[in-house]
């Protein structure tokens, strides 16, 4: 059974830094794609970015290209978001997916003063 | 970036009703379409992807169709477990991007 469990998640303040982890485990790790995408409370789901799967190509939403790094370590099936200068409309529940099929339960980030 | 336009944003429908939902890209993304559905306080649920393929372990009362700019996503006989929100999603080009929304509530 596929499992995705992120973790990392919570308060900080605007300008702040945060690194969201992804456990995942039930498939193979190192042969799949993996993304993130996020949800602002009551809004829709927008894509993040996502990583290959030996993390040689990745790619970015404009909003968030040059604050955020998509990162993997395949030797620990796990993937990261490392997130810099936080802003308000960054607050979210961050979903970890295996190639937008498989998703793990999300994280909720908020970034305010 | 392409953008998803994505109709009705809501709908009320009764139990064994049969639903459409419908998406525009705003530029031709071949097949490269997918379809999901998400309940209040979960994660998404993948259910099409290539526009038409049903994802494993999913009821075939779902079903999608569309090539190009204009998709459908049908439910064949509305279930109390089918109201949710369902979202469209291109991944044709970078940025992925969603749909805003279908919100099938009950009449």
């Known amino acids: 059974e596929v499992q995705l469990v992120e973790s990392g998640g919570g308060l900080v303040q605007p300008g702040g830094s945060l690194r969201l982890s992804c456990a995942a485990s039930g498939f193979t790790f190192s042969t799949s794609w993996m993304d993130w995408v996020r949800q602002a409370p009551g809004k829709g789901l927008e894509w993040v970015a996502n990583?290959?799967?030996?993390?040689?190509?990745?790619n970015y939403v404009d909003s968030v290209r040059g604050r955020f790094t998509v990162s993997r370590d395949n030797a620990k099936s796990s993937l990261y978001l490392h997130m810099n200068s936080l802003r308000a409309e960054d607050t979210a529940v961050y979903y970890c997916?295996?190639?937008?099929?498989?998703w793990g339960q999300g994280v909720l980030v908020t970034v305010s003063a | 970036d392409i953008q998803m336009a994505q109709s009705p944003s809501s709908l009320s429908a009764s139990v064994g009703d049969r639903v459409s939902i419908t998406c525009r890209a705003s530029?031709?993304?071949?097949?490269?379409l997918a379809w999901f559905q998400q309940k209040p306080g979960k994660a998404p649920r993948s259910l099409i992807y290539a526009a038409s393929s049903l994802q494993s372990g999913v009821p075939s009362k779902f079903s999608g169709s569309g090539s190009g700019t204009d998709f459908t996503l049908t439910i064949s006989s509305l279930q109390p477990e089918d109201f949710a929100t369902y979202y469209c999603?291109?991944?044709?080009?970078?940025?992925?991007?969603f749909g805003q929304g279908t919100k099938v509530e009950i009449k």
């Open positions: 530029q031709g993304i071949s097949n490269h």
């Open positions: 997916s295996r190639s937008l099929i498989d």
């Open positions: 990583i290959k799967a030996d993390g040689s190509e990745k």
């Open positions: 999603l291109q991944y044709n080009s970078y940025p992925r991007t």
